[in-house]
């Protein structure tokens, strides 16, 4: 049996994926209701996270972040089965998800972090990527099921907070690659570019297959055979800040970028290629 906490739009989607293997799922939400909406589906409700843990053999959470985590696991310990294995898909900061294994595994049970890159829906229909790291014997034990809830589980092998550090790398990702799109639309906004003008482009051209082989070049560690000089590259940069300027729109991002080029610029790099401003940042 098993029992989830946290009955938002991912872990209420989780729960109904569960119920359809032919689960049995106990349910916590700290809002009743969220939890209670799901006995339409065949899971079981519970008031408080002791009782919803009672008896379950795996514990999953989706939460908000680490304080929420360390808040309910607490409340929630009175109901432990003793050998009770806790499954954590909450996003949380890599030193959260060190120190929850650790402590808990000091009080006789064991904490595994498994952090997701799936929306709502990928919950629903078991798609996806879930990330693990740690325990590697555990991992082995517990693929099997991680599996039946996801796409793919990715293993970073036994770093217990590596998985938790990759979800945070990728939801960076994201947030850039978002906020880069709005600052997009920003400038389709000043020149006068419609939304069908913008979905023909794309529907012809897919940027997101130049980013493993950008990845590529900026870590390489040689940018003297540039593919887009660096000076071009703040020249067209200085474009889109013009454009939004005379146009009164706001770009939120593009600033910030323009003022790394200019520090690297003003080192010397200009006519070198323009990822290079990714030199002082590649991991060793």
């Given amino acids: 049996m098993v029992a989830f906490l946290g009955m938002g739009l991912l872990g209420s989607n989780f729960v109904r994926a569960m119920i359809s293997k032919g689960m049995q799922v106990q349910v916590w ?49 009175a109901g432990f089965k003793p050998g009770a294995i806790i499954i954590d898909h909450t996003t949380t900061s890599a030193e959260g998800a060190v120190q929850r294994t650790k402590a808990w ?14 929306g709502p829906a990928n919950a629903l229909d078991s798609s996806g990527n879930m990330l693990v790291s740690g325990d590697q014997e555990l991992i082995s034990q517990l693929e099997p099921e991680l599996s039946k809830l996801t796409g793919q589980v990715l293993n970073f092998g036994p770093e217990p907070g590596k998985a938790a550090a990759i979800k945070l790398m ?21 020149l006068n570019i419609q939304l069908n003008e913008v979905y023909t482009l794309f529907s012809a051209w897919n940027p997101g297959a130049q980013v493993a082989p950008r990845l590529k070049r900026m870590t390489a560690g040689t940018y003297d055979s540039p593919s887009w000089e660096l000076n071009m590259a703040r020249k067209d940069t ?12 706001h770009l939120a991002v593009i600033p910030a970028i323009a003022e ?25």
């Avoid at 595994?105 to 799936?118: C, L, T």
């Avoid at 990728?170 to 400038?187: A, I, K, Q, R």
């Avoid at 790394?260 to 060793?284: C, F, L, S, V, Y």
């Fill in 238 to 249: 200085q474009l889109f800040l013009n454009a939004a300027a005379q146009n009164g729109t």
């Fill in 260 to 284: 790394e080029m200019d520090r690297w610029i003003a080192k010397g790099h200009g006519n070198q290629d323009w990822t290079i401003i990714a030199k002082d940042n590649i991991p060793a």
């Fill in 170 to 190: 990728g939801n960076l990702f994201l947030v850039t690659f978002t906020s880069g799109l709005s600052d997009m639309l920003s400038l389709c906004k000043a």
């Fill in 29 to 77: 939400n700290r809002t009743a209701s969220r939890a209670t909406a799901l006995e339409a589906y065949g899971a079981k409700a519970f008031e408080n996270a002791a009782d919803a843990v009672k008896g379950a053999d795996r514990i999953h959470l989706t939460l908000k972040d680490d304080a929420s985590v360390d808040e309910v696991l607490a409340a929630a310990s």
């Fill in 105 to 118: 595994k000091e009080r006789g049970f064991v904490y595994q972090h498994a952090p997701v890159f799936m």
